[in-house]
């Protein structure tokens, strides 16, 4: 069956291309486009599509929608995967869409969409629970990359099953819950992952993203550990 996709964008010509684009693949059913956010979360609620794939910035604000929608959709339709399109490598807005949990989100520049194989990619893997971010956003975030260009290397068996939990988007109960631990034995394999990959001097929502982030760009995919 194809992927069942919800497309956002106030631009007109854009919103077209793009849906012609998409339409060129056999894979892909484009079965709704909208201009703005409150069309966007309407048609979600009435096409109940596999994937959206929206502009970060529409009516009515020209701010964020996009994350505000991704934000709103992980409560509504938590199945539904969220593709961010936007023109700026901006770290605030990556942050917000990872902040809780990587899976089914992705956070592609607009520059990529006149390549159909990669954003297609980007569609089947966010729609299968995966999570894709543009190679810019994840040079721009993960500091401790080059700093470490192996650091994920440092971590044990054990952090690394940690690290897989916090890109599922668990907070630290959850995690303990999935490996049996102790949420005392969770937040110290936690520190000792910030200090390896050299985050210890950022808010803690901001390591926790980077953390993943670092995950992500090795090719690591939440839950499959």
């Excluded at 684009?21 to 596999?50: F, H, N």
């Excluded at 990669?118 to 040079?139: C, Y």
């Excluded at 721009?140 to 044990?156: F, H, I, M």
């Excluded at 937040?187 to 901001?206: A, C, M, P, W």
């Amino acid at each position: 069956m194809p992927i069942r996709v919800v497309m956002a964008e106030d631009n007109f010509l854009i919103r077209e291309g793009v849906k012609e684009l998409l339409a060129s693949d056999p894979d892909i059913e484009v079965v709704a486009t909208c201009g703005d956010y409150d069309s966007l979360i309407a048609a979600v609620d009435r096409e109940k599509p596999d994937v959206v794939l929206t502009d970060i910035r529409m009516p009515p604000t020209e701010t964020d929608e996009g994350i505000r929608a991704a934000a709103a959709l992980r409560e509504t339709n938590p199945d539904t995967g969220v593709v961010v399109l936007s023109q700026y490598d901006e770290p605030d807005y990556a942050l917000a869409l990872l902040e809780r949990g990587a899976r089914g989100r992705g956070y592609l520049l607009k520059q990529r969409v006149s390549d159909l194989d990669q954003l297609v990619g980007a569609l089947r893997e966010v729609a299968r629970g995966g999570s894709v971010i543009d190679p810019k956003i994840v040079e721009g975030l993960v500091s401790a990359r080059s700093k470490a260009p192996s650091a994920l290397d440092q971590l044990t068996a054990r952090e690394r099953e940690v690290l897989d939990e916090m890109a599922q988007g668990k907070n630290n109960a959850a995690i303990a819950g999935a490996l049996v631990l102790t949420e005392r034995a969770i937040e110290r394999h936690i520190n000792s992952i910030f200090s390896k990959l050299g985050l210890t001097q950022e808010k803690d929502v901001h390591r926790r993203v980077k953390a993943v982030l670092l995950f992500l760009s090795e090719g690591g995919t939440p839950g499959r550990t």
